[in-house]
């Protein structure tokens, strides 16, 4: 059984950032993800990191201003968020996809609880 935990997630000003947390547990040779869930919103991918962390992935919306990583020796994987926008406010999900590259939401294998991120304007 995989278990994900984010944390970070908090109220920053326009311009600042975060920087968010998934530590996992179980099976974690996979690739992960983080998306992002607004209110009134459907679910959507922000960016994705392969197994190895050799490959990543980023939504148009948030690239040159997100960096995932990931370190497998402590089960965890980062988003770090620096410029933020209003429009960056949302829940934000950790995602772990054992057969493909976590940047699908019918794909994702396993969610975490989600972490609030508010940005003010």
């Known amino acids: 059984q995989v278990q994900l935990v984010e944390s970070g997630g908090g109220l920053v000003q326009a311009g600042g950032s975060l920087r968010l947390s998934c530590a996992a547990s179980?099976?974690?040779?996979?690739?992960m993800g983080w998306f992002r869930q607004a209110p009134g919103n459907e679910r959507e991918f922000v960016a994705a990191?392969?197994?190895?962390?050799?490959?990543?992935y980023y939504a148009d919306s948030v690239k040159g201003r997100f960096t995932i990583s990931r370190d497998n020796a402590k089960n965890t994987v980062y988003l770090q968020m620096n410029s933020l926008k209003p429009e960056d406010t949302a829940v934000y999900y950790c995602?772990?996809?054992?057969?493909?590259?976590?940047?699908?939401?019918?794909?994702?294998?396993?969610w975490g609880q989600g972490t609030q991120v508010t940005v003010s304007s």
């Open positions: 179980g099976r974690t040779f996979s690739a």
């Open positions: 995602a772990l996809d054992f057969a493909t590259r976590a940047t699908i939401v019918g794909q994702i294998d396993y």
């Open positions: 990191i392969s197994w190895s962390g050799r490959s990543t």
